[in-house]
């Protein structure tokens, strides 16, 4: 039996303004959506030598034990979210989620569980020379690359919205929840407004 599947991005709504916008500057900011990753939130005891193995076969890394910190190879980036708690993301876009049954089975009995919360969330990704700017007007962390470098991730809130962030190679990959997305967009393009202007 196949499947129908209609997959819809939170920010469809919005998605007139992120075109407007990326014809501006892009040089100097320019958002877009990394819509459908696989998102699987993960609780696991990591002192468990069966747990660690599990996770380990299924994503084919090793989980982050340092706070903040991400690890990541050509399929999955994990990111610290807590002493006990990570997230799964998948680097590309999938139809449908791909855990394995037999890897729920496997955890069966220990302090561990997955959950797949793709539907809740979206990737966003900024990039150009203001994105760090753009950021700062309404979240608290210290951007600068000495600082906050990369392998690393953080929790944090941009105005009302909670999101994680983390440094990429060509810019910023922020994490949001679906319910607030497009209200996170929005801010973001008024955020980035004075870079728009011509210098």
Same mark, same amino acid.
């Given at each position: 039996m196949q499947l129908d599947v209609k997959m819809q991005s939170p920010l469809v709504n919005v998605q007139g303004l992120l075109e407007e916008a990326a014809g501006k500057a892009p040089d100097r900011f320019l958002l877009r959506e990394l819509p459908f990753r696989e998102l699987l939130n993960v609780r696991a005891d990591l002192a468990d030598a069966s747990v660690v193995r599990v996770l380990g076969n299924t994503f084919n890394l090793a989980f982050p034990g340092r706070p903040n910190t991400v690890a990541e190879n050509d399929k999955h980036v994990i990111w610290w979210l807590g002493p006990d708690e990570w997230l799964a993301q998948s680097v590309e876009p999938v139809v449908l989620p791909?855990?394995?049954?037999?890897t729920q089975e496997l955890l069966a009995g220990s302090f561990a569980r997955i959950l797949d919360v793709s539907s809740g969330y979206t990737l966003l990704h900024?990039?150009?020379?203001?994105?760090?700017?753009?950021?700062?007007?309404?979240?608290?962390?210290?951007?600068?690359?000495? &600082?906050?470098?990369?392998?690393?991730?953080?929790?944090? *809130?941009?105005?009302?919205?909670?999101?994680?962030?983390?440094?990429?190679?060509?810019?910023? *990959?922020?994490?949001?929840?679906?319910?607030?997305?497009? @209200?996170? &967009?929005?801010?973001?393009?008024?955020?980035?407004?004075? @870079? @728009?202007?011509?210098s």
């Open positions: 791909a855990l394995p049954d037999e900024l990039s150009g020379s203001r994105a760090a700017d753009v950021l700062n007007k309404g979240c608290p962390l210290d951007f600068d690359t000495s &600082v906050f470098a990369q392998g690393q991730c953080a929790q944090s *809130h941009f105005f009302k919205a909670d999101i994680a962030v983390r440094p990429v190679p060509n810019g910023w *990959h922020v994490l949001v929840r679906r319910s607030f997305a497009e @209200y996170t &967009v929005k801010m973001l393009l008024d955020a980035a407004y004075d @870079y @728009y202007l011509p």
